[in-house]
Every structure is written in C-alpha cells, then in structure tokens.
C-alpha cells in the first residue's frame, strides 16, 4: 500500500500518522519526540489537559492544593522568611527604642524658638 494512502486512512480513524509509519518501520521512532511542548499542549483536548494535570495532582501532592487561596499569599510569604540564603541578611533581635519623656525641644518656625527664648 502507498504511504500516502496509509496516512490518510489511519488520520481517517484518529490513529496517528507516525506511529503507522514506525509500526510499518517507514519511519525510526526517534521521529515522535515532541519537538515543542506548546503546540503538542494546543492539539490537546480538554479532557487530555485535564486527565495529565489530575495524573500531576495524584503524583506530587502539594499542601498549597488544599490551602484556600485567600491563604496562599501569607502561607508563600511565611515559607519565604523561613528559608535563609548565604547572602542574606541575618536575623537581628530588634532593639528597643528609646525616648524620653521632656518636651520637645523648639524648632524654627516655632512661636518660642530663638535667642533668648
């Protein structure tokens, strides 16, 4: 049979093209790598797309999937300040400060500030 007529009658039936021809051994399967992911990602189905990202879900769980996303924003700030880098900078106990509890001293511009006041 021409290879074009067993083209045009496996994509008839839905069954892909290239796999026909490596299973006739027209074609080395080294030919079916995905040469772009985002093309392979447009000819999906919804239902494609769905079942890999629930196969996605059920292999890496992830506690953030459970998290409500209100949530998310303090859970990734609070992951964020709790992972320290070689150039970062270290945590420093904060230092109280000091005040005391005189009158502020006068400034220009103030009724009583001057020489003599």
């Known amino acids: 049979m021409p290879l074009d007529n067993v ?4 994509a008839a039936y839905g069954y892909s093209p290239i796999r026909a021809l ?3 051994g027209e074609l080395d399967a080294m030919w079916t790598q995905v040469p ?3 093309a392979a990602l447009r000819l999906a ?4 797309l769905t079942d890999e990202f629930l196969r996605r879900l059920k292999v890496a769980p992830n506690p953030e999937w459970d998290t409500p996303v209100g949530d998310l924003e303090a859970a990734r700030r609070a992951r964020r300040s709790n992972v320290q880098g070689e150039n970062d900078t270290p945590a420093v106990e904060p230092e ?5 509890s005189s009158d502020t ?3 220009e ?9």
């Open 36 to 38: 772009d992911v985002e």
């Open 105 to 107: 001293e006068p400034e």
């Open 7 to 10: 083209i045009k009658i496996t």
């Open 22 to 24: 490596i299973d006739l």
């Open 96 to 100: 109280p400060y000091v005040a005391d």
């Open 45 to 48: 189905t919804d239902e494609q």
């Open 109 to 117: 511009g103030d009724d009583d500030y001057g020489p003599g006041a």
